[in-house]
């Protein structure tokens, strides 16, 4: 599974995702559930309108790439980037993404140890 923070005003349902980064860098950042909470508390402390993306990399119809984050991790930990827009079939649920009360972005629960009955109940119709 791959995960892509955006806001719920960016999310489309029904349509390709299209990132800012895809026309500024060329690809869409993403992460896994492992590092998601890396760029989340680096670019989004504050934010409470954000949603997380959950990703099929087997529905993709664009280049997947593993690479260093920019700045590189301090853990070498690498970062799933999308070369071109997400497929709408490829987003497989959408889950909320608030901070906790201490104000720093964890995994949600429910992507912790999801079942596919949750995941697919996840998507929204807006």
Do not use: K
Not at 13 to 27: C, I, K, V
């Amino acid at each position: 599974m791959l995960l892509h923070i955006t806001t719920r005003d960016a999310w489309a349902p029904g349509e390709p995702y299209r990132a800012d980064s895809l026309d500024t860098e060329g690809f869409v950042h993403c992460s896994d559930p492992g590092t998601v909470h890396l760029p989340a508390n680096r670019l989004f402390a504050g934010r409470t309108d954000l949603v997380l993306l959950e990703i099929d990399p087997a529905r993709l119809d664009v280049p997947l790439r593993w690479e260093p984050g920019a700045p590189p991790d301090p853990n070498g930990a690498w970062f799933p980037h999308v070369y071109g827009p997400i497929p709408a079939a490829a987003v497989v649920a959408v889950h909320d993404f608030p901070p906790s009360a201490e104000g720093r972005f964890e995994l949600p629960p429910e992507l912790a140890s999801p079942t596919p009955q949750t995941r697919e109940s996840n998507i929204p119709d807006r």
